[in-house]
């Protein structure tokens, strides 16, 4: 039996739908201290049942205390404790395993920077377990450097969770990454892994993304100028975009601008000028500010600063295209959503999706005039049949 049988196995016995089950599922959460919001639970009950997402093992805990049994009862022995993994338990950690570890999680990023998180989620799992199984074995030389690769790893499972639209495992992966970024002593991977995890609060509880944001700025404040401290920035803008805070987010993007022409880091390397505005037109679309969303897009929906990003780049496109609906530029929202919508589908995302969803609302509430009603109602179709035939739900 799969686990997403089992999970449907075991709400059938209950006589429950998808919705109570989600319900359920909120409900531990919250008891557990997590944020779960019961209409993205449905999507990933969905996804969990029809075997489309392998439930992380963090998961199947919460899922068996749900149904009031243990792991193995509700998903049966786990092939790791039938088989042993010989080649983990006998390998020797050398700089070579680490660099072999290094290459597999840069091939993971470049993926899920061209084809968005779908591939890399599949990528990842694997990777994540196989790195904390070398902890276990590890000689000392070589646990600090080990320690950092499993708390960066772990950050871009929760990253990959999120733009899958998988909050709630996001938070508790980007929450584990914390604890080993801490553990690494390198302030600068605290800081970064702090700032992400204010990003997946950000949207449910602004106030506590606020604190952790604040957090990852001061365990950044010795740090040498860079790129970092722009997406720090960047972070404090979005929390306050989310609470209404017009000034704060004029406040906190203007350092973002003056960073993100200082060095790159390593931690961030998708950081520079065209990602940075797109973060800033979306804190002026959370904020009903069109104009200022369209001005910050509109010299990178042609051409990002860098080609590899295809998933930012589609993000960015979706944005525009929000923009546009809100501002009623109906005619070049016509021109645009076509190339948005292409890219969207080549590299979906979360980020993406949900503004294109903003799309959907907009052309709902703003009564476009007679000769732009044929041309919303347009958009809004090829968005609508994107949105259920492809992509990330």
């Known amino acids: 039996m799969t686990p997403g049988q089992a999970i449907r196995a075991a709400r059938a016995r209950r006589k429950w739908s998808q919705k109570t089950l989600a319900r359920h599922v909120v409900r531990v959460s919250e008891d557990r201290g997590l944020i779960a ?6 999507t990933q009950i969905s996804r969990w049942e029809n075997d489309v997402v392998n439930p992380l093992p963090a998961t199947r805990e919460m899922l068996a205390e749900v149904f009031e049994t243990s792991v193995e009862e509700l998903f049966g022995l786990p092939t790791d404790s039938q088989l042993p993994r010989p080649l983990i338990l006998e390998a020797r950690v050398t700089p070579e395993t680490l660099a072999l570890l290094e290459d597999r999680r840069s091939v993971t990023v470049r993926t899920e920077h061209t084809f968005g998180p779908y591939w890399a989620i599949r990528q990842l799992s694997d990777d994540v377990a196989m790195a904390q199984d070398f902890l276990k074995i590890a000689p000392e030389q070589h646990r600090p450097t080990l320690i950092h690769l499993v708390a960066r790893l772990i950050e871009l499972q929760g990253w990959t969770l999120q733009e899958s639209g998988h909050t709630t495992e996001a938070v508790a992966m980007t929450d584990q990454a914390k604890m080993y970024a801490e553990m690494s002593g390198d302030p600068a991977l605290h800081a970064m892994v702090t700032m992400r995890l204010s990003n997946t609060l950000t949207a449910n509880d602004p106030q506590l993304a606020g604190m952790y944001a604040q957090k990852a700025h001061d365990l950044a404040a010795s740090e040498t100028d860079s790129r970092l401290h722009a997406i720090l920035a960047r972070q404090s803008a979005l929390t306050a975009a ?3 805070d017009q000034h704060a987010v004029a406040d906190h993007q203007a350092r973002a601008d003056d960073y993100v022409d200082a060095a790159p880091h390593k931690l961030v390397g998708y950081v520079d000028k065209s990602y940075i505005d797109s973060e800033m037109a979306y804190a002026h679309l959370l904020l009903g500010d069109a104009a200022t969303a369209m001005t910050l897009l509109a010299g990178h929906v042609a051409q990002w ?3 590899g990003q295809a998933r930012d780049h589609a993000v960015a496109r979706a944005r525009y ?15 645009e959503y076509e190339t948005a919508l292409a890219a969207y589908a080549g590299a979906p995302s979360a980020r993406a999706r949900n503004s294109l969803r903003g799309v959907l609302t907009t052309a709902a509430i703003t009564r476009p005039g007679p000769r732009h ?3 919303a109602t347009t958009i809004r179709r090829h968005i609508d049949m994107i949105l259920k035939e492809g992509g990330i739900k």
């Open 373 to 375: 009603t044929s041309i």
């Open 37 to 42: 919001d019961p209409g993205s639970c449905i």
């Open 242 to 244: 989310h609470m209404g």
């Open 321 to 335: 295209l929000h923009a546009l609906c809100l501002a009623g530029d109906y005619t070049s929202a016509h021109t």
């Open 305 to 307: 600063r860098n080609p």
